[in-house]
């Protein structure tokens, strides 16, 4: 069992920038990929970012190139960096993990919201 936990979140301006993070803690070699997801009102949850013990990544198309996923191991933890956020970028950001076998879990969430 994995235990994810993120942090980071807040309210922030246009154009502005936040860092969020996620500590994995408990069997955490069984981890192999972790990833970003968010959960807007109203919507469902999609991909943001996702990076595997490889160091493969893969984005989704609608960062824009905004975002950036990255992972300190010996920290055991996973972060996206959010640039030039727009108001649409608010939503509840979410960590998750995968094992080889596809199983996985979610953080609690982080609140982002971008707004004057």
């Known amino acids: 069992q994995v235990q994810l936990v993120e942090s980071g979140g807040g309210l922030v301006q246009p154009g502005g920038s936040l860092r969020l993070s996620c500590v994995a803690s408990?069997?955490?070699?069984?981890?192999?990929?972790m990833g970003w997801y968010r959960q807007a009102p109203g919507k469902q949850r999609e991909l943001v970012a996702r990076?595997?013990?490889?160091?493969?990544?893969n984005y989704a198309d609608s960062r824009e190139g905004r975002f950036t996923i990255s992972r300190d191991n010996a920290k055991n933890t996973v972060y996206l960096q959010l640039n030039s956020l727009k108001p649409e970028d608010t939503a509840v950001y979410y960590c998750?993990?995968?094992?080889?076998?596809?199983?996985?879990?979610w953080g609690q969430g982080t609140q982002v919201t971008v707004s004057s």
């Open positions: 998750s993990y995968t094992d080889a076998h596809g199983r996985g879990s």
């Open positions: 990076i595997t013990s490889a160091g493969s990544i």
């Open positions: 408990g069997d955490i070699v069984s981890i192999n990929a």
